[in-house]
């Protein structure tokens, strides 16, 4: 069953360094059953609870994952969790509640779950510290890509814009996710610019495209080597969950981590 995991698996094209290990589950490879099917990693979407840990149990085993991610409860904001920087593996009780994470330690495993919102991994040029960031449209408005940039600086000691890189994981594409005039005036009285990511749809309404807002969030923050990006989870359904598309439905997982010394050759 663990092949059948790592054959679902995304891993990034992107100019990463070796060390920087990074991958995007699909729904392919698990135990979940119903709208769940079947790789299924979240707690909280109504699916049985020995399948989320078996699934999450396989997950580890196909990946050799040095340690269990440091799962979030996901609120569409802008907080970032950064686990104790002096433990490797720190001890976890309970999903803290946040929207990114970042780790600089190596064996410190950052997670998003997802289902259309967007999410992006980060890393520097050197492998020296790495994040993870749900980026749904709220998410995005609030400034969650910024933030966690900034934790990543922090991390890594740089006062300016130093050489981060990103990659945009499986999202809802432009032609698909369509929302309210609300959110288009809402992104543009925050930046003119962002209405280069939004197209006229019928009755007032909106495609939006959140791989661009992401791009143009991450440029302003100082990021240049952006990835990705070329997704739609839901037009995709034999690999994506898609919670427009099915409402009740599981979460793919996006993960990022430093590999230990042992591992990283």
Request: hydrophobic share 45%; glycine share 10%.
């Amino acid at each position: 069953m663990s092949s059948d995991v790592a054959r679902g698996i995304i891993e990034p094209t992107w100019n990463a360094p070796a060390r920087v290990r990074a991958v995007c589950t699909t729904r392919q490879g698990g135990l979940s059953e119903g709208p769940y099917a079947s790789l299924n990693l979240a707690e909280h979407v109504g699916d049985d609870a020995a399948h989320v840990a078996a699934n999450r149990a396989l997950l580890r085993t196909a990946l050799g994952l040095p340690s269990e991610p440091l799962w979030l409860s996901q609120v569409h904001g802008c907080d970032v969790h950064l686990p104790d920087a002096a433990a490797p593996y720190p001890a976890q009780v309970g999903p803290c509640a946040a929207d990114a994470s970042v780790a600089s330690q190596p064996g410190q495993v950052c997670v998003v779950m997802t289902a259309d919102c967007l999410p992006v991994l980060l890393c520097d040029a050197q492998g020296c510290a790495v994040a993870a960031v749900h980026a749904g449209w709220r998410g995005l408005l609030e400034g969650v890509i910024e933030a966690a940039v900034a934790q990543l600086r922090v991390r890594l000691g740089l006062a300016s814009a130093g050489p981060i890189m990103a990659w945009l994981g499986p999202a809802i594409g432009p032609e698909a996710f369509e929302v309210g005039a609300e959110v288009f005036d809402a992104f543009c009285a925050r930046d003119a610019g962002a209405a280069a990511a939004f197209r006229p749809g019928a009755g007032g309404r909106f495609f939006a495209d959140l791989y661009l807002l992401a791009r143009q969030r991450l440029q302003a923050a100082g990021v240049r080597d952006i990835s990705g990006g070329d997704y739609c989870t839901l037009s995709d359904p034999e690999r994506f969950f898609s919670y427009r598309r099915d409402g009740r439905t599981g979460r793919m997982a996006s993960m990022i981590w430093i590999a230990p010394l042992a591992d990283a050759g």
